[in-house]
């Protein structure tokens, strides 16, 4: 896209190092940690024989300070650190959703590499938006759009590798193309799941296993992150992870992280763009997030449309977010390295919400899409910031 740079991108928060603090780092640290020669050890943990990691959706970093009040286990376990506690933040994914930090943590390696670089994106050889969570286009393969080895892949025959979550996720394209090549146990309930994950830690004598939870993103889509139905979920949590610390075994390295935080926006801050004939003029397609909106061009959209459409974004919107040109996300390193054929599935321009905002194109998506509270996708630090807890294991405990 030529197109003059636009000034947001000097104001652009640094970018995650995907080589280390960073959610691509949780899986191959633990099979490192585990011993598995071939990995990295860059999140320093401890030499373990069994490892457990906790994927909280939309548990942002900030989000446990504030209310740790709910938390009182998880509270304790940062409070303690540097006794048998222990915090680190890590970076997630850009954008952060779960179809690209989830792609990460599963592959080890950078969304530009990977290709999951949104929620939904650009399938250019189709010339249509495909969605890469939950409702894949028939079109799209998920293990050559999403081509690298999974780290649970790389795993089979030197370790034992279980992942335990809703049974719906068994053979979703999502786990297909992200976290395919484990052992997968089905297990709907918190209760379900804590067990699940338990009896498989105390019937191996090593072993990686990966537990998926969704509950608290799903209450914050719903009713917010300040609603008592998320801090409902988070007391569950808690409660779940209190009560799995007393049952893996004593040598057992628990971890808790997430794939992203969450923003809460009011009805007043979800708009509909797409209202602003100037805000799509000679756009073919609209995708991503409605924080993190990807903009293709028409072919023949002439370099001067092209910068006039970013100058009415920036003019409409510059103060409330971030707009930016393909070439300066890249460059900015915001996808980490770049394969060639990714490439395109990021949009020409990139509209990444800085304050509480979200997006909506209506001439595609439902207008329930636009009832969701709860939102993520930027780049901010509520967003990209989650803990890597390393949670005390107490079975051995009197």
Request: aromatic letters at 6%.
């Amino acid at each position: 896209m030529d197109i003059t740079g636009s000034t947001a991108a000097s104001t652009l928060p640094v970018a995650a190092d995907y080589q280390r603090n960073s959610i691509a780092n949780v899986f191959t640290s633990s099979a490192a940690a585990l011993g598995v020669p071939g990995f990295s050890n860059t999140l320093g943990l401890p030499a373990s024989q069994r490892i457990c990691v906790v994927l909280v959706d939309g548990l942002g970093k900030s989000l446990l300070k504030q209310r740790s009040g709910h938390a009182p286990f998880l509270r304790t376990t940062q409070s303690e650190a540097g006794a048998f506690g222990h915090q680190q933040t890590l970076n997630v994914a850009f954008p952060s959703t779960t179809a690209t930090s989830l792609s990460s943590l599963g592959t080890g390696v950078s969304p530009g590499q990977h290709g999951m670089v949104g929620y939904d994106v650009l399938d250019p050889r189709q010339d249509k938006v495909v969605n890469l969570l939950g409702n894949w286009d028939a079109g799209v393969d998920p293990a050559t759009w999403q081509p690298f080895p999974t780290v649970f892949e790389r795993l089979q025959g030197i370790l034992p590798v279980f992942t335990v979550s809703q049974p719906k996720f068994a053979d979703s394209p999502m786990t297909r193309a992200a976290l395919r090549g484990s052992t997968f146990l089905e297990a709907g309930t918190p209760h379900a799941r804590t067990s699940q994950a338990a009896t498989i830690l105390n019937s191996h004598e090593r072993a990686l296993v990966y537990l998926y939870w969704s509950d608290l993103d799903k209450a914050g889509h719903r009713h917010g992150t300040n609603s008592p139905s998320w801090e409902y979920a988070l007391e569950e949590l808690d409660a779940a992870m209190k009560r799995l610390a007393r049952q893996v075994p004593p040598d057992t390295l628990l971890l808790l992280t997430a794939d992203h935080g969450m923003v809460d926006v009011d009805a007043a801050h979800r708009v509909d763009y797409s209202e602003r004939a100037e805000l799509v003029a000679g756009v073919r397609h609209t995708a991503g997030e409605p924080r993190m909106v990807h903009l293709y061009f028409e072919p023949d959209a002439m370099p001067a449309h092209r910068e006039s459409v970013m100058v009415a974004w920036q003019q409409t919107y510059g103060k409330q977010a971030w707009v930016i040109t393909r070439e300066e996300a890249v460059s900015a390193g915001l996808f980490g390295s770049v394969r060639a054929e990714v490439l395109p599935r990021i949009g020409d321009l990139l509209i990444a919400a800085r304050e509480p905002l979200a997006l909506y194109d209506s001439r595609r998506v439902s207008p329930q899409a636009m009832e969701v509270v709860g939102q993520h996708g930027s780049i901010t630090k509520a967003e990209r910031e989650v803990p890597l807890l390393r949670i005390p294991v107490t079975s051995g405990r009197k």
